[in-house]
């Protein structure tokens, strides 16, 4: 084998490797996006209305339609999919709600494609001018392309997205009537 053949099978097999390891299925551990406000409303008001999935739509600039039980602050156990534009990708995301203390936390798990997406929770505080109110988006990294992506692009967008979704919650439910 010459030299030069050699040198293009190494990098063909180097380029493989890259390949291989960019897409591989790791933990590479979490994200966790918090946003939070002060909204002049009590905490009841605003916990019906964040647990209610056919608002979100009409708050959070990444929900683009909401099926199913969108009528109502959903119980443990019950699940509505949503079709989503985050970072730029869009997809659908079916959410389960997997915690609920009535007018205190709220925690929903995400699933695409039988994979796991993510947890959304809420945490409402009253306060003497009404809720504060406290998102968490956590979402893991399937692989290291995805890890890197996430270092320098995605994190940014979907925590400015978030931070537009509470901005856009307190207007609404601050709004008067």
């Known amino acids: ?19 291989v390891a960019l897409f591989v299925p790791m933990d590479f ?5 918090v946003s939070e406000a002060d909204i002049a409303r009590p905490p009841a008001d605003v916990y019906a209305y964040v647990t209610t999935p056919g608002h979100w739509p009409e708050w959070h600039p990444s929900s ?4 199913g039980a ?27 709600v997997t915690a609920r203390e009535p007018d205190r936390y709220w925690r929903i798990a995400g699933t695409i494609g039988g994979r796991e997406a993510g947890t959304v ?11 504060h109110f406290l ?3 956590e979402y893991g990294a399937p692989n290291l392309l995805f890890a890197l992506l996430d270092r320098v692009r995605i994190r ?12 856009r919650l307190k207007q609404r439910l601050e709004a008067p009537i």
């Open 1 to 19: 084998m010459s030299r030069v053949s050699k040198l293009i099978a190494s990098s063909a097999l180097t380029l493989v490797v890259v390949a």
């Open 29 to 33: 551990g979490k994200t966790r996006i």
């Open 64 to 67: 683009l339609a909401v099926r």
């Open 70 to 96: 969108v009528d109502h602050s959903l119980a443990v156990g019950e699940s509505v999919e949503e079709d989503f534009s985050v970072a730029g990708r869009t997809g659908r995301v079916t959410w389960r």
């Open 121 to 131: 929770s809420y945490t409402l505080t009253p306060t003497a001018g009404g809720t």
């Open 135 to 137: 998102r968490e988006f």
């Open 156 to 167: 940014n967008q979907v925590d400015e997205e978030s931070r537009i979704a509470v901005r």
